[in-house]
């Protein structure tokens, strides 16, 4: 039980760094096309 909820606890820090990842990387795109 505990090993499951700490799959899915990695699982979601995972996808929230990912999702961190990209919305840098797409802001600092657009800020280079707005300059």
């Known amino acids: ?3 499951s909820m700490l ?3 990695s699982y ?3 996808l929230l760094v990912l ?3 990209t919305s840098v ?3 600092g795109l657009s800020s ?3 300059i």
């Open 1 to 3: 039980m505990i090993l």
């Open 25 to 27: 990387l797409f802001i």
């Open 7 to 9: 799959t899915i606890i």
């Open 19 to 21: 999702l961190i990842f």
């Open 12 to 14: 979601f820090g995972f």
């Open 32 to 34: 280079i096309q707005l």
